[in-house]
C-alpha cells in the first residue's frame, strides 16, 4: 500500500464513450501526476499538478482532460480516445520542495476498443 | 532533463549480488539520481536516492562516483521476488513539483 489509491484498476471503453479515472492520496502530498505506460515502452510523464495548479502539459491531445479539485484527488477524464491510447495509467504523487520521491498508485489498465 | 542509459535486460542467479549502472553524463549540479523498481501492472516504487558517493538503506546501495556522471544500484543477494524493471532518474524540482522522465529501464531476471 502506497497511500495512492486510483480507481478503477481495469476499464474498458469504446471510442465514443466518455470516462474518468479518479486518483486518491492519503500522503498529505501536494503534488500529483499523470504517466502514460504502453506495451513495453517508457512511462510518459503527461501532466503535473502542483497545490491544485497544473504546472505542466506535455503535449497531450485534448482528449485526456486532467482536473484537479483539491490537493488529494486528481481525474483524468477521457474521450473519443483511440486504440492507440490503450494502456497503463498511472497516479503518483510527491511532497514539496526538498522531496524527489514519487509515490505511485497501482494504476488503471485501459482498453479502447 | 539529464538523459539516462543503462543496459536494456540483465540476468543473475538467486542468492547473487546484482549491479546495475546507469550513465547520465550531463548531470546538472542540482540533479539527484533516483532508483525505482516495477513489477508488471503495476506503479513503480522508490528504492533509494543519492547526491554523491555512497547511499545504502535496507534493500539496496547506491555507488556515486565524484564526477557524478555514472551510478550504480547494487542489491545484495537478490531472490527470485526481485524480478522486475529497474529504473534510473536524474532530475531536480522544479518549483514544488517533480518532472522527473524515465527512461527504458533494465529488466533483471532473477532465476534458481
Redesign the interface.
Given at each position: 500500500e502506497?497511500g495512492?489509491t486510483q480507481t478503477p484498476r481495469h476499464l474498458v471503453m469504446g471510442m465514443t464513450n466518455k470516462k474518468s479515472l479518479k486518483c486518491e492520496q492519503h500522503l498529505g502530498h501536494?503534488?500529483m501526476?499523470w504517466?502514460k505506460q504502453s506495451a513495453k515502452k517508457?512511462?510518459?510523464?503527461m501532466f503535473?499538478?502542483?497545490?491544485e495548479e497544473r504546472?505542466?502539459n506535455n503535449s497531450v491531445p485534448s482528449r485526456f482532460s486532467p482536473e484537479c479539485p483539491n490537493s488529494s484527488h486528481l481525474f483524468l477524464h477521457l474521450h473519443t480516445l483511440q486504440p492507440e491510447d490503450s494502456a497503463?495509467y498511472?497516479?503518483?504523487s510527491?511532497q514539496?520542495?526538498?522531496k524527489?520521491?514519487?509515490?505511485?498508485?497501482?494504476?488503471t489498465?485501459l482498453s479502447v476498443l | 532533463l539529464a538523459k539516462t542509459t543503462q543496459p536494456i535486460s540483465m540476468d543473475s542467479y538467486e542468492g547473487q549480488e546484482v549491479n546495475i549502472t546507469c550513465s547520465h553524463n550531463n548531470i546538472a549540479t542540482n540533479d539527484?539520481i533516483?532508483w525505482?523498481q516495477q513489477f508488471p501492472?503495476?506503479?513503480?516504487?522508490?528504492i533509494i536516492?543519492g547526491y554523491k558517493t555512497k547511499v545504502t538503506n535496507e534493500v539496496a546501495s547506491l555507488f556515486i562516483p565524484a564526477d557524478r556522471k555514472s551510478s550504480t544500484l547494487s542489491l545484495p543477494r537478490v531472490s527470485l521476488s526481485d524480478t522486475a524493471v529497474y529504473?534510473c532518474l536524474v532530475?531536480?524540482?522544479?518549483?514544488?513539483?517533480?518532472?522527473?522522465?524515465?527512461?527504458?529501464?533494465t529488466r533483471l531476471q532473477v532465476t534458481l
Open positions: 502506497t495512492v501536494n503534488a501526476y504517466y517508457p512511462l510518459e510523464l503535473v499538478y502542483s497545490l504546472v505542466e497503463l498511472l497516479c503518483a510527491s514539496d520542495k526538498g524527489r520521491k514519487l509515490f505511485f498508485g497501482s494504476g489498465q | 539527484y533516483t525505482y501492472s503495476q506503479g513503480p516504487r522508490f536516492q529504473y532530475g531536480a524540482y522544479t518549483g514544488t513539483a517533480s518532472k522527473l522522465t524515465f527512461g527504458t529501464g
